[in-house]
């Protein structure tokens, strides 16, 4: 029995030395609608691409470009059609609807088309969440299968571990809608009897290391639930040469990636709520100082996600005004932080820390030095201005590949980050309070504000009256 082809770790996929040699046999360079330059594959037809990524009894396409064209394939049509010409490629060309098919022949083409269904059921799982992605897997499952008995528990396998996978994912959308629910509710009593159910985040978790780590813990949790796919989705627009029907347009599938930014922009807002809440000026200094600490330990985590939500939640107007609160800060510690996320030069600071943590990262030893949680707003800009700085086609109506070796190179290395397991124990009590105390909404952050310290100029006082006079009402 041939083995499967192996696949290399996906880390070591995009190194760009190598980013699209084939591991196996080679096609020739220029053939079929494929245009090479320094055997790096520049660009193609999309027919030529598609027939690029069918294996054949002495071909089996390199991972790095299994990975990039079904990344970037979902710009210029669906993934049940690019599902439904693969199968379509493979059954016509191993001749695998032929009764009388020689068992040597599927044995040798066999493996190989298993191979590439179990990266593309494993990598970009929530493409078969479409049923008539499900109908063309199994049908060209199926039909291995049963075209010789040695294939069927590999085949079962296959499916199981999607069908598992997509569960998690279901599950983890009810618990993420729950959350959402629960936190409505608890500022709806907040707006009425403000006193009767606010903790603040000190008596509930006083240590600034422990909250720093369980932060990292949702933002790993949420990080792990985005498909790679999502990067691409968020831009999806109408293919110039697809005269009547919008990719994706309807519905972008970019549901964990705005779950991830939703949390992000809550947690600026609940640093900011618990800074502002405190009536006592101490207390509030207390807090700022307290966050500073968290900020700190998250750099040191390598998470820079919570670290510049942490950072912006300080940063909003109503925070930033509390002169005299800030007067009583040791603010050494908070000023280092700033500089290190400082958005000049292109976030330079960052940047550097940035890879500084990729490669300590890279020759780790526990998951605890693996941890790399980039600063998410910025990664997602950065694949938006890449998408925008070159066209998905060339003139001649070719595919611009190179652009997309570059999209995928982006996208695997955030891959590698977000298998990394979190390694700190998890808190309930601390996790629940994180995702589900209510923070408040900009209008009542200001009034927190100025009734902490009072407005300095006739612009604060006229929004302190109008305030006051909304949430009177």
């Known amino acids: 029995q041939e083995r499967m082809p192996q696949t290399p770790p996906f880390a070591a996929m995009l190194d760009s030395s190598s980013y699209n040699r084939n591991l196996y046999q080679s096609k020739e360079d220029n053939c079929g609608g494929l245009y090479y330059h320094d055997n790096n594959l520049l660009s193609g037809s999309l027919e030529a691409l598609i027939q690029h990524l069918v294996p054949s009894v002495d071909y089996y396409p390199d ?3 299994i990975f990039t064209f079904l990344l970037s394939s979902r710009l210029f049509m669906h993934p ?19 009764p009388g098919l020689d068992k040597n022949q599927i044995r040798k083409i066999a493996p190989r088309i298993l191979q590439l269904l179990t990266e593309w059921t494993e990598t970009f799982p929530y493409d078969f969440r479409d049923e008539r992605m499900m109908r063309n897997l199994k049908e060209l499952a199926q039909r291995i299968a049963s075209s010789d008995e040695m294939y069927r528990k590999n085949v079962q396998q296959l499916l199981q571990n999607l069908i598992r996978k997509l569960a998690t994912v279901s599950q983890y959308e009810e618990v993420l809608a729950k ?3 629960t936190s409505t509710d608890h500022l709806m009593v907040l707006k009425t009897k403000p006193q009767s159910i606010q903790r603040d985040i000190i008596t509930v978790c006083s240590d600034p290391y422990a909250l720093a780590q369980q932060l990292t813990h949702i933002e790993l949790e949420r990080l792990n ?16 040469l697809d005269n009547d029907k919008n990719c994706y347009g309807d519905r972008k599938k970019t549901r964990n990636l705005e779950a991830y930014v939703e949390w ?6 609940l640093v900011a709520t618990e800074i502002c809440m405190p009536v006592k000026k101490k207390h509030r200094a207390r807090v700022i100082e307290y966050f500073t600490d968290v900020a700190r330990e998250c750099f040191n985590i390598g998470n820079f996600n919570s670290l510049m939500a942490i950072i912006s939640g300080m940063n909003m107007s109503p925070v930033s005004r509390l002169k005299k609160t800030w007067a009583k800060v040791k603010t050494a510690k908070f000023d280092i932080l700033e500089h290190q996320m400082d958005p000049s030069s292109n976030f330079y600071n ?16 526990s998951n605890r030095e693996k941890i790399v949680i980039p600063f998410f707003s910025l990664l997602i800009k950065d694949i938006y201005f890449l998408n925008e700085g070159s066209a998905n086609r060339l003139p001649n109506g070719h595919v611009n590949f190179e652009k997309f070796w570059e999209l995928a190179k982006q996208v695997s290395e955030f891959m590698t980050w977000k298998q990394v397991e979190c390694p700190f124990e998890r808190d309930r009590k601390i996790l629940q309070y994180l ?5 408040f909404s900009d209008d009542a952050l200001y009034l927190a504000s100025y009734e902490s310290e009072s407005p300095e100029n006739h612009i604060e006082k006229d929004r302190w009256k109008t305030l006051r006079f909304v949430s009177e009402v």
């Open 63 to 65: 991972r790095t470009y």
């Open 80 to 98: 049940y059609e690019l599902m439904a010409k693969v199968c379509h490629l493979c059954v016509e060309q191993q001749r695998l609807s032929e």
């Open 179 to 181: 959350i959402n629910a």
């Open 225 to 240: 639930y985005i498909g790679p796919e999502e990067f691409v989705q968020a831009f999806v627009q109408k293919d110039p």
């Open 264 to 269: 992000f922009n809550r947690l600026s807002y």
């Open 350 to 365: 960052y940047r550097t820390a940035l890879r500084g943590a990729a490669q300590r990262s890279l020759t780790a030893h």
């Open 435 to 439: 995702l589900t105390v209510p923070v």
